[in-house]
């Protein structure tokens, strides 16, 4: 438990100081102020100013998610092109808790897109959200961070043995940005559709992200949260069973250092 | 106990394509503690493999390898709490961080903390001489700057077993000074390192034993003053002007390893013994060849010899 913790602690510091120096960090907010105009513009169209809130937390966990797809995929790349992945194995230090810990250090990048989603809703449009539900709103952000975090470390997997997996890691932001109901509400969906969106953590923090800016009370946010920590969980054992078995698998093929 | 126990090794690489490729073909060599073991051998003998499985990253086909008694397959925890490793070459570092950050991190990566970590990178900066760099990102670092923190890196965790993988490659040559004289400071702390080289001379004056490897076999385990002994059995004769018959019957004479030509019309009789030495020169002189000398190959000279004289060429 504690090399665990350890690994964690370790890739979270590691990670919120190498971001610091890393102009690429910025890349994944380039896109946060031009989607929340391009909602907002289509919101004000249709006079919709009450769907306000879709048109600044869409951005915002399109970027939370695009940075952790991200990161997932290079990572254990440059790890492995720059000679840093073998000395990291041969070390006592847990690799799977190590990218999560790195992942979690990345998924910080959400707090400057949803702060520039405000200011360019408001600078823009004249239209200034505000967080009628502070606590739950802070809940939100952390439970969708973890639970992105250990979904992309599920996903970091596959990139040690598949470094051609990048084509996936480029086609699948859009269909679970859909899916998942970033821009439009999963309550709006046909019920099949609903039902396979609830499996996916990100529906049920687009969900409470947007209820703790609205006025209304928010309800259920202790069993949302389980679900969304229940989700999470699961994808982070799945991950780091999966790093552990594709590791020993790459050990025995010697195709650790190729790439 | 022994540093390093390695029992009939063998690791076969799978190839999509062709016949399965077998890297090491039943090594057997134990190192005791404290003892600083050259590794030496062409490119694709099989060292930078040995060195993989003996850090663990690398699982063997067959065999056995034990790191102060923990099996690399089976206590990969034990192993990797008691070795260092510095593979080749000038990638490893982040080259976005700092020296000190790069060390930083990787003392956290082998649990050393607080106080203890602070005062460890401080040391072993100073001891590689990158204490007066240590604020500057590892990016602008000169390739031998980085092989030097990559040094810093392998001690670290202070380890018992250290494996440094052709450690001086592309290091100036104060560097590499530098560095024989830090390896001379870890073997009198009794640190045991195994190091794979090519340079044979590098080798010979940092060993305690040296070990010969070529096509995944152990031709020979011997003191560096053993093979020293061996230079001096083996003897060369250059003359010029020797007629192509003279070249023919030197060539079958006994002891006699080799007769080439190294152009401007010079002959090179390489022998093995000094009686062939002798019978070389006699040979020569009966011929009426008067332009003739006598020298002693280099150490390098010896080892190609031993591998088969195929240099330092990559096997297929």
Not at chain 1, 4 to 19: E, I
Not at chain 2, 64 to 79: I, P, Q
Not at chain 2, 82 to 93: P, Y
Not at chain 2, 111 to 138: F, H
Request: charged share 20%.
């Amino acid at each position: 438990m504690r090399r665990l913790l350890g690994g964690f602690t370790l890739g979270l510091g590691f990670q919120l100081r190498a971001m610091v120096r890393s102009a690429d960090t910025y890349f994944a907010l380039v896109g946060a102020p031009l989607t929340t105009v391009v909602l907002m513009s289509m919101m004000l169209y249709s006079g919709r100013t009450d769907l306000a809130s879709y048109a600044v937390v869409a951005p915002t966990l399109m970027s939370l998610w695009t940075a952790g797809l991200m990161f997932a995929g290079e990572m254990i790349s440059e790890d492995r092109e720059n000679g840093r992945l073998e000395p990291l194995l041969a070390s006592p230090v847990s690799l799977p808790s190590l990218v999560f810990g790195r992942l979690c250090g990345a998924m910080f990048i959400s707090l400057p897109a949803f702060a520039l989603a405000i200011v360019t809703a408001g600078l823009v449009f004249g239209v200034w959200i505000t967080i009628h539900h502070p606590v739950v709103f802070v809940l939100a952000v952390l439970a969708t961070s973890l639970a992105t975090a250990a979904t992309v470390t599920a996903l970091s997997a596959v990139f040690i043995v598949a470094p051609g997996a990048r084509i996936v890691q480029n086609s699948l932001s859009m269909p679970v940005f859909l899916l998942a109901g970033v821009m439009v509400p999963v309550a709006l969906f046909p019920v099949w559709l609903e039902g396979a969106s609830r499996v996916l953590y990100l529906s049920w923090g687009a969900d409470l992200f947007r209820d703790a800016l609205e006025p209304a009370p928010v309800e259920a946010v202790a069993l949302r949260l389980l679900t969304m920590a229940a989700l999470g969980a699961a994808a982070l054992a799945f991950g780091s069973l999966t790093l552990v078995r594709f590791l020993r698998r790459a050990r025995a093929e010697g195709t650790l250092s190729r790439v | 106990m022994s540093a390093l126990e390695i029992t009939g090794l063998r690791r076969v690489y799978q190839r999509k394509r062709g016949d399965p490729l077998e890297a090491l073909r039943g090594i057997d060599l134990v190192v005791p503690e404290g003892e600083v073991h050259g590794l030496l051998g062409p490119n694709g003998a099989g060292k930078t493999t040995l060195c993989k499985i003996v850090s663990t990253v690398l699982l063997p086909t067959s065999g056995t390898v034990r790191v102060l008694g923990h099996d690399v397959v089976t206590d990969t925890a034990g192993v990797k709490s008691s070795l260092g490793i510095v593979f080749g070459g000038d990638k490893g570092a982040y080259d976005r961080l700092t020296a000190r950050q790069n060390l930083t991190f990787w003392a956290s990566v082998y649990g050393i903390t607080g106080t203890r970590r602070r005062r460890r990178v401080g040391e072993l900066l100073e001891r590689v001489g990158l204490a007066e760099r240590a604020e500057e990102v590892v990016g602008g670092f000169s390739r031998g700057m980085k092989q030097r923190l990559h040094l810093a890196r392998g001690l670290v965790s202070d380890p018992g077993v250290l494996i440094l993988d052709e450690p001086t490659v592309g290091m100036d040559p104060v560097a590499a000074r530098d560095f024989r004289a830090l390896v001379g400071e870890l073997r009198g702390g009794g640190t045991t390192i195994l190091m794979t080289t090519h340079d044979m001379a590098e080798a010979a004056a940092l060993s305690d034993r040296v070990s010969l490897i070529d096509q995944g076999r152990l031709v020979m385990t011997e003191t560096p003053e053993t093979v020293g002994d061996l230079v001096s059995a083996y003897e060369r004769v250059d003359a010029r002007g020797v007629p192509e018959r003279v070249r023919e019957q030197l060539a079958v004479l006994p002891g006699v390893v080799s007769v080439t030509g190294t152009g401007g019309g010079l002959t090179r009789v390489e022998t093995e013994a000094p009686e062939a030495t002798l019978a070389v020169q006699r040979a020569l002189v009966d011929a009426e060849v008067r332009d003739v000398s006598l020298s002693r190959p280099t150490l390098e000279e010896v080892y190609l010899h031993l591998v088969g004289g195929r240099g330092m060429g990559v096997d297929p």
